[in-house]
């Protein structure tokens, strides 16, 4: 009778010694919404107190790694896709705030499983709704747009056609459309999110009538959407962060209005960082207008993407955008050579830039001192003409320059990234302080900092700064090197 009762107490004893079984409901069901959904019905072992513990948690994440898993066995077999996630939900009890799905590529006899979950899902207070869909396109049925709790929605690979009397998620402040099919009705589709604060969409189609009012948008980033009516979603006055990318060039202007920067920027007078391609810039200077006559107080990060300063076009947009944002602190840029021809050559040999880099040799190129810019990153950097008379360009217009990054072209080889490197050290800059950081292409690795100062006897003088191979990554300053000198010291680094 001892014996027994000394293994009863010896059990319990184990299984509350760590005292898991004890904790607090808000902090066990904090440690339940951070665990995978298979671990989380495991902690039905822990202890009798643990043992329905999640048929109550408040988020359940079906993702990618947990529905590849189910995968060999098919969607309706014994450990199926659809008769796991049915048991699942069959045997929860209480509200569900946050729920994800991955649906993987597989036959799903037209998502009715899917709509089900998701009519199940709108009387549970749903919150935070992803389904990020791989298979073919999923029409959303009409309970999604019925869970008016919902703060955050992320779609992927879905068809979103609201019904008619549909007015708007109230409460939605994060909204992720990627590959979303809107198959708009004439009259359009407008849709009310009055507190939203971040829009992003993706490769979406069919968008041409869409209208979201977003009074309260602070983040918006457009890729990839060729027919989305830019101006529609321009609606607010805390707009702050905006990101639009073509990604190709655009030739039927049918369906977008007829806008140049000036009215865009109109719309967001409290950008901060903005992120545009040269396809976008294009479509604003298809028709020449008077460039950009609107000075941008506010921006003070600018990212441009796959513009090719051979391009006169191209050339002009940046140096517009820069003329025209005193208070930009920092420039980054990804660039394309219209030609892989145009790879490192000597200046004087480069073909096909002519108008480009006579522009950039002009004197009154940049009219405008860039007093703010501190931080310039470049990428991939070939060596082209125009690409150092660009770098010369900004080293010159820049006295608070703290940080110029150029990372390397994959293609150069050791010779050419040296011959770049002499021609960089050689531009004169207007900031004492201004370092340069040459990236290694494939390991993004420092190969050389340089300092360069004038304040050694009257002369030009370079500070070298090389990594040192050890366990850390550190840096070791070596001796104030003249200009020749440090030419002939870089041909041991490289």
Known sequence: MDLKANNKR???????????????????????????????????????????????????VFDEQFSNKLKKYGA????????VINQVLLIHKGSISKFYLYIPSMHLDNFL????????????GLEDLTLAN??????????????????KLELTRCIFKPPLKFEGFLFLESLVLNYIDFRTQVGGTGINLPQLKKLTMRSCIN??????????????????????????????????SVCIILGKPIKDYVRLKKMNLA???SHMPKVQCLSIDAHFLKVFIAEKPEWFPHVVNNLKRLRLIDFSLGDLD???????????????VELRMTHTETAKSSYYLPMHMQPGVEPASNHLESPDCLDQTLNRLRTIDLSPFQGSKTQLLYVKMLLAHSPSLEKFTIQADGALNGNKRFDIAKDLMRFPRASAKAEMIYLDPKTFKMLVVIHVSKMVGGKRKCYICVPRFTRRFKFGCLRIMSLRETINYIVLLV
């Open 207 to 240: 968008a041409f009538n869409l209208q979201i009012k977003a009074t309260q948008l602070q983040s918006l980033v457009v890729k990839n959407c060729h027919d989305v009516m830019l101006l529609e979603l321009l609606h607010s006055q805390w707009l702050a």
């Open 10 to 60: 010896s059990q319990v004893t184990i299984a509350e010694a760590n005292g898991i079984g004890n904790l607090p409901e808000h902090l066990s069901d904090s440690v339940l919404e951070r665990l995978p959904i298979r671990d989380i019905i495991r902690t039905s072992i822990l202890s009798k107190k643990w043992r329905y513990k999640w048929t109550t948690t408040r988020a359940l």
């Open 314 to 328: 191209d050339l002009h947009g940046v140096l517009c955008l820069l003329r025209n944002s005193p208070n930009l």
């Open 113 to 124: 499983e899917v709509d089900q979950w998701l009519l199940f899902l709108s009387t549970k």
């Open 76 to 83: 309706f077999g014994r450990y199926g896709f659809i008769r």
């Open 263 to 265: 009215l865009m920027f």
């Open 134 to 151: 791989s298979s073919q396109p999923y029409q959303l049925p009409f309970c999604v747009f019925s869970c008016l709790e919902l703060t």
